[in-house]
């Protein structure tokens, strides 16, 4: 007689999918012999308070907006330091974690950056490396080759891949799912700073190979993506644009 102790939402579950009876569970017995696990700490709240959080959340992100103009004011490190903390813990390939988050607040090096991607940009922009069909689509964006908050905005985070990992002695392990990982890290950088009152745009100078030679980093490493990071200039705008209505990104099959 041992499953009279059923509680009402164990036997509501029963009868509904079978869902909670495993017949593979995880970890098996010898999985949990050779590697620790622990039992993960997860609060069940009310469809009620999931909602109004969720609402909460939505609405709060519905609000982020990328700026181009960001006010010179410093930023403490510590806030930059959370905001990576909060990315890494993004969900990663076999937990490869395969990312490094490169911050600079030098005025000399936020200068060569902007430099650097200046002169990669007027290409972009001024000799046609970017087709027709790509410059009219940032056309409602507006953006050129100036790039004037890469040394006004207290911060340059380089956020860059690591496509394998180097040992000490030299041997070489490959990471996996890296863009996906590195991608997943990367909203959630930008979801920190927003939550916290930073503002950020996700810039991608084309190419950006020199962000390795100016911020040091191994042959390994590669620039995913770079974020300056401050407070909105008061007052800056932002095109007026629409996001898709839930009808247009998402759909049920049953
Ligand atoms: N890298 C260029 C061009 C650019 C490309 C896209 I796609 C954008 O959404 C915005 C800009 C630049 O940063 O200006």
Redesign the pocket.
């Known amino acids: 007689m041992e499953n009279k102790l059923f509680s009402v939402h164990q036997f509501l579950c029963y009868n509904r999918t079978m869902s909670d009876h495993y017949e593979f569970p995880y970890p098996s017995k010898e999985l949990e012999s050779r590697h620790p696990f622990s039992v993960y700490e997860h609060e069940r709240l009310s469809e009620e308070v999931m909602e109004a959080k969720a609402k909460d959340f939505y609405h709060k992100m519905d609000a982020r907006r990328s700026v181009r103009m960001f006010s010179p004011d410093p930023v403490p490190q510590k806030l930059i330091e959370l905001a990576i903390q909060a990315a890494s813990t993004a969900p990663s390939g076999a937990h490869k974690q395969p990312w490094t988050f490169v911050a600079t607040n030098d005025p000399e090096i936020k200068r060569e950056i902007r430099a650097a991607?200046e002169e990669?940009?007027e290409k972009?922009?001024l000799e046609n490396r970017?087709n027709e069909e790509?410059q009219e689509?940032?056309a409602p964006?507006g953006?050129?080759?100036h790039?004037e908050f890469l040394q006004v905005a207290p911060w340059i985070i380089v956020l860059f891949e690591q496509r394998y990992e180097t040992l000490s002695d030299g041997t070489t392990l490959k990471n996996y799912y890296v863009k996906e990982s590195v991608g997943i890290a990367a909203g959630m950088f930008i979801t920190a700073l927003h939550h916290m009152g930073l503002a950020t745009l996700?810039?991608?100078?084309?190419p950006m190979k020199f962000l390795n030679t100016i911020l040091g980093r191994p042959k390994n490493e590669r620039p995913f993506v770079l974020f300056p990071v401050g407070y909105p200039l008061e007052g800056v705008k932002v095109p007026d644009l629409n996001r898709k209505e839930l009808n247009e990104i998402f759909t049920t099959v049953f």
């Open positions: 991607a990669e940009e972009n922009y970017m790509w689509a940032l964006l953006t050129d080759h790039k996700t810039h991608t100078p084309t």
